[in-house]
């Protein structure tokens, strides 16, 4: 939570590979309460995360060192949804505070890569670029155009098949704080892992005292 709360992070919520223009459209879909959930999540540890911030501005304010100096002020959270990757990505002067991707992944060999003995080469993690399967993004491609944007992502989260492939592509991108991808195989549905966002609310909560803590002591 301390680390977090060094990172220089946005206010945007991305929602990708949605037909939605809005928070209220997406509250008219069909899994709309798992996406709610996640969004609810990423608000909530984002409020954690600020009362860090504002423990170590009082912190400093009692020491003299930040006694004229404004009391920070952030604006509130908001979603954008776009219906493809490629438009979210366009828009990473300023990096997001989450991104959830509501499209398809998948795991496989690109036959483009055969030789000519029939032999594939490696498996690639893969995303959906828009809502629908078919225009796959290899996620190495997608790692790539985060590591250009500006400042941390605190949530990566991606309800889709095989996410946990696309998971651990990402692991490595120093520009992600947290990547919730937690699907082997393909699921029915995307609810099932963004029903587990909640966890993350519990642990932050969990790690909120301590934070405090650590910070009044000068640790």
Not at 18 to 30: F, K, M, P, Q
Not at 124 to 138: K, N, V
Request: with cysteine.
């Amino acid at each position: 939570m301390v680390e977090w709360s060094l990172a220089e992070l946005g206010s945007r919520i991305v929602v990708t590979g949605t037909g939605a223009t809005s928070l209220e459209d997406l509250a008219n879909e069909s899994a709309s309460y798992g996406v709610l959930c996640a969004i609810e999540t990423v608000i909530a540890v984002r409020s954690d995360i600020l009362t860090v911030r504002l423990a170590r501005y009082a912190s400093r304010f009692e020491e003299g060192s930040d006694s004229n100096s404004p009391v920070p002020n952030y604006p509130d959270a908001y979603v954008v949804c776009f219906r493809t990757i490629r438009e979210a990505m366009a828009t990473l002067e300023t990096m997001p505070l989450a991104w959830i991707h509501l499209g398809h992944g998948d795991y496989e060999y690109d036959e483009s890569e055969s030789d000519d003995e029939g032999h594939w080469g490696d498996k690639h993690a893969l995303l959906s670029d828009g809502e629908d399967e078919g225009d796959w993004i290899r996620t190495e491609e997608i790692s790539g155009m985060i590591s250009k944007g500006v400042g941390s992502m605190l949530f990566c989260i991606l309800p889709v098949c095989f996410s946990s492939h696309s998971g651990d592509v990402l692991q490595s991108n120093r520009n992600i704080l947290a990547i919730h991808a937690t699907e082997l195989d393909k699921p029915h549905s995307a609810s099932p892992q963004l029903l587990e966002m909640p966890g993350w609310k519990a642990a932050s909560e969990a790690s909120l005292l301590p934070a405090i803590t650590s910070i009044q002591s000068g640790n």
